[in-house]
């Protein structure tokens, strides 16, 4: 029962949130004069909820030995994009019309890189689903690992560290430096709590660091960000434009905000407001309360998933629990921070508010994998309460008109003999 009251909690701060995102962009609509966004993303919510349905209703042990083919799914995914950046990068050196042949890309790289698949229906973002799909990959290796397996070099580290920096270094192919931490974060975390031997989890860490560093080092758009997020209003009119601004709505939205629908930062002073900067509209319009509010859901989230987990059936269910709860209380946290100007600006989206389907999507997957978590947990309470109900019946008064349902739980359960 614990299971399934957490369970309906967390839908429930879900369901917040994502009326809080709905309710925002069809504020920015009014500026733009478009409600395309408000559409597309009413649409990513339906998918995403039908999605998190059908995971539902799966057995999440049977997800996890499967999750392996999907993982590979997304890697050649990665790979694809980033075989048509470097075939782009040769461009001049290609038959006329080649690169414009392959399917799913794009024409030009969009931020310097290709990150989206140009599907027939919509754009998609392997990047974002990594990081559930990694995740429940890695819940259920370890969940089948005992603790003297996963304490040795190659089960505890070296198959699953291959398998992660396989991934994270698709990911970071595709420019990605921001969804490749965080993602490499949680990857971290779960090796962490599923038992490594902190010995092998400080070199990860300091390999983890060093690479983070040099990445940020040899790239100078990254090393302008540190520079700028320090002092954006010194930058205001180059680099610093989006970070000012985005402080601005803060700041002028004080303590209850200019009211709905009054942003004055939305009327295209603000870049990309309907994606990584909702929060700074949410603040300009509700004041510190709606940002405070957000936070809370945030917070309250991510502890009644971590709830769930701890109801979970074993292993597997717990850290795949965990693994969601950090996953969404990282990114969400990264955003608020790049928004307040507490850490450099990122392309991390809000999850469950920001405009973005693949985003959208990767957070209701991996919703669906905490209530498929929860259903089984909830499955085998009830059993536990009919093998308490049958116990307590006299020995003597066992017998099948008496019993009923209880001696087929029984003979089920195998205890029938136990007279």
């Known amino acids: 029962m614990k299971a399934r009251t957490a369970n309906i909690v967390a839908l429930a701060l879900l369901l917040l949130l994502v009326g809080y995102g709905l309710m925002m962009l ?7 004069g478009s409600r395309g966004n408000l559409a597309d993303q009413a649409k990513w919510v339906c998918v995403g909820i039908t999605v998190a349905l059908a995971l539902r209703y799966l057995d999440y042990q049977l997800l996890g030995k499967w999750s392996w083919v999907a993982l590979v799914g997304v890697a050649l995914a990665l790979a694809y994009l980033a075989m048509a950046f470097a075939l782009y990068k040769c461009k001049g050196h290609l038959p006329s019309g080649f690169f414009e042949s392959l399917p799913f890309v794009p024409d030009h790289p969009t931020k310097g890189s290709f990150r989206w698949l140009r599907l027939p229906f919509a754009s998609a973002q392997p990047s974002e689903l990594a990081k559930p799909i990694l995740g429940l990959f890695l819940a259920t290796y370890y969940g089948g690992l005992s603790k003297e397996e996963t304490q040795t070099l190659k089960k505890g580290v070296l198959v699953p560290g291959a398998c992660a920096a396989g991934t994270l270094f698709l990911v970071l192919c595709g420019k990605d430096l921001s969804t ?38 040899t790239n100078p758009e990254r090393m302008r960000r ?43 002073y603000l870049p990309e407001a309907h994606t990584d900067f909702i929060v700074a509209i949410i603040g300009e319009e509700f004041g510190y309360v709606g940002v405070l509010g957000v936070i809370v859901l945030y917070c309250l989230l991510c502890v009644a998933i971590f709830w769930t987990g701890l109801c979970a059936v074993d292993r597997k269910g717990f850290l795949i629990c965990f693994s969601v709860a950090l996953g969404l ?84 359960f195998g205890e029938d003999d136990d007279a």
């Open 329 to 412: 209380g990282l990114q969400a946290l990264t955003n608020l921070s790049v928004v307040s100007g507490f850490c450099p600006t990122t392309g991390v989206t809000a999850p469950f508010l920001s405009y973005g389907g693949s985003s959208m999507l990767a957070c209701f997957v991996g919703f669906g994998l905490v209530s498929s978590c929860a259903r089984v947990a909830y499955k085998e309470d009830l059993r536990e309460r009919e093998r308490e109900r049958y116990r307590s019946i006299p020995v003597d008064d066992r017998d099948e008109g008496a019993l009923g349902r209880h001696a087929a739980l029984a003979i089920a």
């Open 26 to 32: 069809y504020s920015i609509s009014l500026a733009t």
């Open 180 to 217: 490749a931490a965080i993602t490499g974060a949680v990857v971290f975390s779960l090796m962490f709590v599923a038992g490594v031997r902190l010995r092998y989890l400080s070199c990860i860490a300091l390999i983890g660091v060093v690479l983070f560093a040099g990445l940020c080092k």
């Open 226 to 268: 540190f520079g700028t997020y320090q002092d954006p209003e010194a930058c205001q009119d180059n680099e610093g434009y989006q970070l000012w601004h985005s402080q601005l709505a803060l700041g002028s939205g004080g303590v209850t905000g200019l009211q709905f629908t009054n942003s004055r930062m939305k009327q295209m």
